[in-house]
């Protein structure tokens, strides 16, 4: 059963910086070990989630110089990992592709960008890179309107996007629909985002309890998505530090709607590779009747072992 399976495993160097009095280690050591599998289901027609996971990175390496050692580093790394679930919105036009146009776009926005900023020092760059990720949030859903204006079969279509990406040990998400993004931290799961459907606005405003949201009727018709009939855009945008030992989790409403918090749990405590997590997760989503499509990617960061 395994379906478009991206898996990665990568070491994220010391990165140094130059200043006066020679070169400083600047950055943490980060292990990160990602994957992920999207799978259409036992009961949908064809697979309307797409899923992205991203390595960026910037390098300089001293080939020749007469500097005194230590002035400055014989090479200098610094690496990022992004990751993107999106949903296209069932039963409306074009799903499949409203999702796919999503991720495409949010790739090509990021390679546009003339000046990555990998290291959030101060208040100014986060606040820079919070204002990015919203921007990027509104290209988006222009893109989707301008497809749509082309193509009338897709007016209509829309769909959900998380994404996430981590600057050394800062780890930003950016969230819209009622895709998830969670943390599992010392066999403990946390929610990290807050589903944009009517049933969970319901209870924001205690009109239903919080225990009732996942079975309400109202819990797939989302209050805010990306689409052409989407008039104004409002991602959620936060920031978590991450501790050695923490696995995040993107996924679609495949796997929350099949497997509950405390089963998604007891996955990830067995402690496994990113790719048989990811692998875990689909199979209990389809063993629990995979009525729609199902789509996780998982990452695990650590502190790489000393040779």
Known sequence: ????INA???????ATRITKGGARKASAIVAVDVAGQSHQGLVRPKNEDHF????????????????????????????????????????????????????????????????????????????EIVRRAAERYEKIKDKLKEHAMEEPRLHGYGTTMTVAWNLSRNLFIGHIGDSRAYLHRQHKLCQLTRDHTMAQALADHGQVSQAEVARHRLRHVLTRSLGDRVMEVKPDIQQVVLDAGDRLL????????????????????????????????????????????????MARYDQPKKS
Do not use: H
């Not at 990665?8 to 010391?14: G, I, L, Q, S």
């Not at 400055?72 to 799903?95: K, N, Q």
């Not at 409403?253 to 749990?265: K, P, Y």
């Open 1 to 4: 059963m395994k379906d478009d």
């Open 8 to 14: 990665d495993t990568d070491e994220w160097p010391a």
């Open 52 to 127: 992205v996971v991203v390595r960026l990175g910037r390098f300089m390496e001293r080939l020749q110089s007469n500097l005194p050692e230590g002035e400055s580093p014989s090479r200098f790394e610094e690496l990022t990992y992004g990751f993107g679930v999106a949903d296209g919105i069932g039963g409306s036009a074009g799903g499949e592709e409203a999702s796919r146009i999503a991720l495409d776009t949010l790739n090509n926005l990021i390679l546009d960008v003339p000046d990555w900023i990998f290291r959030p020092d101060d208040e100014i760059l986060t606040r």
């Open 250 to 297: 993107l996924c679609s409403d495949g796997l929350t709607d099949m497997v509950s918090d405390s089963g998604i749990a007891s996955i990830l405590d067995r402690g496994e590779t990113a790719e048989k997590s990811c692998q875990a997760l689909v199979d209990a989503a389809l063993k629990a009747g995979g009525k729609d499509n199902v789509t996780v990617i």
